[in-house]
């Protein structure tokens, strides 16, 4: 039974910086990838980043890049996600994903997802 577990999101000032972490338990993804995602109200779930866990490559969306940072503990079986510079349009639940095919990296096709953590960003 694989378990994600998000922590980290909270409410935060435009211009502000938040970590976000997700364990993994259950199984490794020591071949998959490991991605984040974020859903807005009224919005549909998007990709945010992701990495593939045995080589390390990172994707980010175009609206986060330069701003957030995916990161992975193989020992720790956790990846982060540091978010500077948030920006009010950054509020919404974010999502942790895991999958053992790394082909998903960018896609919602994951296997396995977290519960979600909130973040607020106040103008």
């Known amino acids: 039974q694989v378990q994600l577990v998000e922590s980290g999101g909270g409410l935060v000032q435009a211009g502000g910086s938040l970590r976000l972490s997700c364990a993994a338990s259950g199984r490794t993804f020591s071949t998959g990838a490991m991605g984040w995602f974020r859903q807005a109200p009224g919005k549909e779930r998007e990709f945010v980043a992701g990495?593939?866990?045995?080589?390390?490559?990172?994707y980010y969306a175009d609206s986060v890049k330069g701003r957030f940072t995916i990161s992975r503990d193989n020992a720790e079986n956790t990846v982060y996600l540091q978010m500077n510079s948030l920006k009010p349009e950054d509020t919404a639940v974010y999502y942790c994903?895991?999958?053992?095919?790394?082909?998903?990296?960018?896609?919602?096709?994951?296997?396995?997802w977290g519960q979600g953590t909130q973040v607020t960003v106040s103008s």
């Open positions: 994903a895991a999958d053992q095919r790394s082909w998903v990296v960018r896609t919602t096709g994951y296997a396995h």
């Open positions: 990495i593939k866990w045995s080589a390390g490559s990172t």
